[in-house]
C-alpha cells in the first residue's frame, strides 16, 4: 500500500513539473511576442519607419551598380545613432559650395561629436567656416548611394580624440537630435538639416 502511494505522488509529480514547464514556455512565448527585442537596447526607440530607412540602406550596400539610385534617408538621430558608431569614419559635403572632407565620431549622445580625420581635412573645415558657432547645412555619406542631411558646427572645443589633430571637437546634429548641455532639439540646427535635404536631393543627382 506503501508503495502504491508513492508511486502515484510520483505520477503526480511528474504531471505538476509538465505543467509547469508548458506554463513557462506559454508565457515566455507571449512576453517575447509582446516586448520589442532586445528588449534592453538603445535601438528600442526606433520607430517603424526608421527600420524602413535603415533598411533601405543596408540593402543599397547590395544594389547593383547599373540599377542604383542615390538616396537621401529621413532618418531620426536615434536611428542615425545605430548607423554612425563611435570611430567610423564618414564623408561630409558642404552644401553651399559642393566640396568635400572626412570627419570621424568620437563620442556623443544626443548628436554625433566629430574631429577631422587628418590635418587636410581640418585645413579644409577651417576654410570653409572660419571655425565658428554658426550652424551649417551639410550631407554625410553613408555609403555609395545613402545620404543623411545634417547641420554641422565648425567651432573645436570640449573634449578631442587621440590623435590630437585639432583642439577639440565639433557637433554634428541630425533631424530631432538634441544638445547636450540643454537636452533640447535646436531650432537653428533644425533648419540647417531641413535646407540640406533639400537641396542635397539636386546634389547628390550629379554625384
Request: include cysteine; hydrophobic fraction near 35%; aromatic fraction near 14%.
Amino acid at each position: 500500500m506503501h508503495e502504491f502511494i508513492l508511486i502515484y505522488q510520483n505520477k503526480n509529480m511528474r504531471k505538476s513539473f509538465l505543467l509547469y514547464v508548458i506554463v513557462f514556455i506559454f508565457v515566455v512565448g507571449t512576453f517575447s511576442a509582446i516586448l520589442p527585442y532586445p528588449i534592453f537596447s538603445n535601438y528600442t526607440n526606433v520607430t517603424e519607419k526608421n527600420v524602413y530607412e535603415i533598411n533601405n540602406y543596408y540593402e543599397s550596400e547590395y544594389e547593383n551598380n547599373q540599377t542604383h539610385t542615390n538616396k537621401i534617408l529621413n532618418l531620426d538621430w536615434s536611428g542615425i545613432d545605430c548607423l554612425i558608431h563611435n570611430d567610423s569614419e564618414f564623408e561630409v559635403i558642404d552644401i553651399e559650395t559642393e566640396q568635400t572632407f572626412y570627419v570621424k565620431r568620437i563620442g556623443g549622445t544626443n548628436h554625433a561629436d566629430i574631429t577631422a580625420v587628418s590635418q587636410n581635412d581640418f585645413e579644409t573645415i577651417k576654410n570653409l567656416y572660419t571655425l565658428s558657432w554658426q550652424r551649417h547645412p551639410v550631407l554625410v555619406k553613408l555609403n555609395d548611394y545613402s545620404y543623411l542631411p545634417a547641420s554641422l558646427v565648425s567651432y573645436p572645443h570640449g573634449f578631442e580624440d587621440e590623435n590630437k589633430i585639432m583642439n577639440g571637437h565639433f557637433c554634428l546634429h541630425f533631424k530631432n537630435s538634441k544638445t547636450h548641455g540643454t537636452n533640447r532639439i535646436d531650432d537653428e540646427h533644425q533648419k540647417c538639416v531641413a535646407i540640406a535635404k533639400k537641396k542635397g536631393v539636386e546634389i547628390i543627382k550629379i554625384i
